[in-house]
């Protein structure tokens, strides 16, 4: 009787490791998928991720006073001044937010809301509500 509670135990253990691995080949495939489409995403222009803190580079900051804006009139500290719990530089065409150094913006804002890269694939911040993303997402699952 004990062999046969630790053989069944065996496949218990043999089950949940099993379904643990195609749960993470899913998501990886899942993520590999989204990292492929990423030229997919579509912006709403609502400004949301314009509230986030932005720690630029020096690179970054050089770029913005290419166009003739004083470190001073942009920079916080380390990052980019706020006003009113908006990036400095966001302003309001119509019923869109538009980035006004949308060419020179910080490295950052260019590849938000995909935030880096591991192993190959892009990462994605769901940290707040983004539309895009959330639309994004509904559409490309592997299994919908």
């Given at each position: 009787?004990?062999?046969?509670?630790?053989?069944?135990?065996?496949?218990?253990?043999?089950?949940?490791?099993?379904?643990?691995?195609?749960?993470?080949?899913?998501?990886?495939?899942?993520?590999?998928?989204?990292s492929?489409?990423?030229?997919?995403?579509?912006?709403?222009?609502?400004?949301?991720?314009?509230?986030?803190?932005?720690?630029?580079?020096?690179?970054?900051?050089?770029?913005?006073?290419?166009?003739?804006?004083?470190?001073?009139?942009?920079?916080?500290?380390?990052?980019?001044?706020r006003?009113?719990?908006?990036?400095?530089?966001?302003?309001?065409?119509?019923?869109?937010?538009?980035?006004?150094?949308?060419?020179?913006?910080?490295?950052?804002?260019?590849?938000?809301?995909?935030?880096?890269?591991?192993?190959?694939?892009?990462?994605?911040?769901?940290?707040?509500?983004?539309?895009?993303?959330?639309?994004f997402?509904?559409?490309?699952?592997?299994?919908?």
């Open positions: 009787m004990l062999a046969l509670i630790k053989v069944f135990l065996f496949f218990v253990l043999l089950f949940v490791i099993i379904l643990v691995s195609v749960r993470m080949l899913y998501r990886a495939l899942r993520v590999h998928s989204l492929k489409r990423k030229h997919e995403f579509g912006c709403f222009k609502c400004g949301k991720c314009c509230t986030l803190e932005v720690e630029p580079t020096e690179e970054d900051i050089k770029r913005v006073e290419s166009l003739g804006h004083k470190r001073t009139n942009f920079m916080d500290g380390k990052c980019l001044k006003v009113k719990g908006k990036c400095v530089f966001l302003k309001r065409q119509g019923k869109y937010y538009i980035c006004s150094v949308h060419e020179h913006k910080p490295r950052v804002c260019r590849e938000w809301p995909f935030i880096g890269v591991f192993r190959g694939r892009f990462l994605f911040s769901k940290t707040f509500s983004c539309p895009g993303i959330a639309r997402l509904e559409k490309k699952y592997i299994y919908s």
